[in-house]
């Protein structure tokens, strides 16, 4: 399988309620049109850690290796994304 870097949108949890981040990550391309995600390199132009926040207020707020976990191993849609 080919190994690709992706930028795609997704949604994160803060006490404000979702909010949309653009995340980058490492794939596995499983045909021409989909990829399986391996590991999630950064949100929003960001190095993942425990505490992230989209603006910096508090409000803001989520924990980013909970959102790198989940999207490991989900299956992305190559036309939602960008191939970096």
């Keep these: 399988m080919e190994t690709v870097t992706i930028k795609y949108k997704g949604t994160v949890l ?4 979702f909010r949309s981040v653009e995340m ?3 794939a596995d391309k499983i045909s021409d049109k989909r990829a399986k995600v391996l590991e ?13 926040s989209r603006t910096g207020a ?3 707020k989520f924990y ?9 191993g989900k299956i992305k849609n190559l036309s939602t994304c960008q191939i970096v």
């Excluded at 803060?14 to 309620?17: C, K, L, V």
């Excluded at 290796?65 to 989940?70: E, H, K, N, P």
Aim: charged share 30%.
């Design 40 to 52: 999630l390199i950064e949100i929003d132009g960001e190095e993942i850690k425990a505490n992230m």
């Design 24 to 26: 980058t990550a490492k």
């Design 14 to 17: 803060t006490p404000a309620g």
């Design 58 to 60: 508090n409000r803001q």
């Design 64 to 72: 980013g290796i909970g959102v790198a976990s989940r999207e490991e």
